[in-house]
């Protein structure tokens, strides 16, 4: 193993013990610092980010599958510094600054350290702060995957589509629109009212407040329908994007409820209007294309708040509210 320093023996860590409570369930505990596989590095966390996904397990959404056992520390998305190495990890060192998008199964990224494998673990820029990587993983490559679906190019040579972004201030929304902009789209895009000038601000052409009669009806200033739907919210409805769509419009969805994922399986062989439904499966080399746009400035994170690892509750709340305007941090 190589190590920089003394490693700790003990380091904090949020953790919770059952199903459901919220924020009032997250305990601090100190426990031992991480064993290494062979193909692991420990990360000393600078920051973490909290999802949604992350409040849905806890909430037991995705039971008996996760958490696999209790008591389980939450968290996927980190950010930090390499602290020691397996022997068999080739590409990264000691002193590295990384980002890394934990295995979902295991998580462990609201703590002072967490062992990751070299896998789904990448150098950042010396330019992207540990708060800007840390919101990435989770967020902006479900963003990335369901741009890529609809067959966006982000080199230039990609045609113009007139798309729709639902949710777009939150964190997958935010990503979305500046990367359909990076990719040539015409973008309209649907938010509260409050966030109507951050949306603009990103570079939607056009922003809807849900709450409006005309953005409940999905319905832009030109009249025009939508070529796709990107559904970035739990509460979005087939029947309501169905006519919104052009004769042969396309939803991608990243967050399905059971009527979107209905809706999926008996358009599947449509060819016109039909739903189709996003799982993340992109990797490291996606979430690279992603922190070089960081490094260029054409991909910014859009910041709901930072939070001390003390306060970490705080950002659990924060989260599980489902009103955050963009990512929500924990810094160490």
């Known amino acids: 193993m190589d190590t920089a320093g003394i490693k700790p023996s003990a380091m904090r860590a949020v953790q919770y013990s059952g199903y459901g409570g919220g924020a009032a369930a ?8 991480p064993s290494l596989k062979k193909d692991e590095v420990l990360i000393k966390v600078e920051a973490a980010s909290i999802n949604p996904a992350d409040c849905r397990i806890q909430k037991g959404l995705l039971r008996p599958f996760l958490p696999f056992k209790f008591p389980f520390i939450p968290v996927t998305d980190v950010a930090g510094e390499i602290a020691e190495v397996g022997t068999e990890v080739r590409k990264l060192k000691v002193g590295d600054k990384v980002v890394s998008k934990l295995k979902f199964w295991k998580a462990g990224g609201l703590a002072e350290y967490v062992a990751a494998s070299e896998s789904v673990t990448v150098i950042r820029p010396a330019c992207v702060s540990a708060a ?4 990435l993983p989770m967020a902006g490559l479900t963003a990335l995957q369901a741009l890529k679906a609809i067959g966006t190019k982000f080199d230039g040579t ?14 997958i929304g935010s990503y979305a629109v ?15 009212a409050r966030n109507l000038e951050l949306v603009e601000s990103i570079g939607a052409d056009e922003v809807l407040d849900y709450k409006t009669p005309e953005g409940a009806a999905l319905k832009n200033s030109s009249g025009k329908k939508y070529d796709y739907i990107v559904n970035t919210t739990d509460g979005g409805k087939w029947s309501a994007f ?26 599947l062989f449509s060819k016109k209007k039909k739903l189709s439904t996003v799982n993340l499966s992109l990797g490291m080399e996606d979430l690279s294309f992603l922190l070089e746009l960081v490094k260029e400035g054409k991909l910014k994170m859009v910041l709901d708040s930072r939070h001390p690892f003390e306060k970490a509750a705080d950002a659990w709340e924060k989260s599980l509210s489902g009103h955050a305007t963009g990512k929500v941090i924990v810094e160490m």
């Open 26 to 33: 997250l305990k601090y505990v100190e426990i031992p610092v």
């Open 178 to 192: 500046q990367l359909a902009k990076i990719g040539n789209h015409n973008v309209t895009a649907t938010c509260g």
């Open 242 to 267: 169905k006519p919104s769509l052009s004769s042969n419009g396309r939803v991608v969805d990243v967050s399905p409820n059971f009527g979107n994922f209905v809706a999926s399986i008996l358009t």
């Open 132 to 135: 800007e990587a840390a919101g």
């Open 158 to 171: 990609g045609s113009a589509s007139n798309i729709l972004i639902t949710a777009a201030s939150g964190g």
